[in-house]
């Protein structure tokens, strides 16, 4: 999970006050074909994600959804979660648990925290009703 060191790396060189032009940035990597259903809703701390997802001969891919009046950072955490778990296998995403996110969610809020948990939560209720 070599993105997540990537991510760390990018957010420790970040002052906090900068990390919401650093999430906007990643926000604006949204689909806009993501169906809006509610088995791809992520229920989370004032949430308003959809994430789809499709296994690939390389791994899972996973995309969050535009949607007007979604929170610019969440889409952008939405989008971060999505892009550690991308191409992970099925046995390796069933192994991902939030103790894998803890150095990231040091630089992060309580609610940032619970939403990438949310994500991880989603992503794995996908990839198991695939």
Do not use: R
């Not at 809703?41 to 535009?66: C, D, H, R, Y």
């Not at 889409?75 to 648990?97: A, H, P, Y």
């Amino acid at each position: 999970m070599a993105t997540i060191t990537n991510y760390i790396e990018q957010l420790e060189k970040l002052k906090p006050e900068d990390q919401y032009g650093f999430f906007l940035e990643k926000g604006s990597g949204c689909s806009d074909d993501v169906a809006l259903t509610p088995d791809n809703f992520v229920k989370g701390p004032m949430a308003n994600l959809w994430i789809t997802a499709s296994e690939t001969p390389v791994g899972w891919e996973f995309q969050v959804s535009k949607v007007s009046g979604a929170s610019a950072v969440d889409n952008g955490i939405g989008v971060m979660v999505c892009d550690i778990l991308d191409g992970l296998s099925t046995e390796e995403l069933n192994q991902t648990v939030w103790k894998d996110f803890v150095d990231l969610g040091k630089l992060l809020t309580k609610n940032d925290k619970q939403l990438i948990q949310a994500v991880l939560n989603k992503c794995k209720d996908l990839s198991a009703s695939s």
